[in-house]
């Protein structure tokens, strides 16, 4: 994950490559640490993700807010969030 944008308003969080189930302690804690910091809304932008699992889009979903939106996200993630009832939260391109 690497910032990309930061206004008064928002913030881009870049995600790239892949994540897969062996990584879900470093991405739950990456995933909290980045929504305790950040008093802005975040944006999480995903267009050069090659994989993500099934349980780190669960993770990913138990950490989001109000005031967390997903960008570029892969098609069965956003049926993920859509099930959740999270759809809000997909931004489409």
Request: glycine share 2%.
């Amino acid at each position: 994950m690497k910032k990309i944008f930061e206004n008064d308003l928002t913030t881009i969080i870049k995600i790239e490559g892949q994540i897969p189930d062996d990584e879900l302690n470093n991405w739950s804690a990456e995933i909290s640490s980045l929504i305790k910091q950040s008093k802005q809304q975040v944006i999480l932008e995903m267009c050069d993700v090659i994989f993500i699992s099934a349980k780190a889009v669960q993770v990913m979903m138990n950490e989001l807010t109000d005031k967390m939106f997903l960008l570029n996200c892969p098609t069965f993630v956003k049926n993920m969030l859509q099930s959740a009832g999270w759809s809000d939260h997909v931004l489409d391109s």
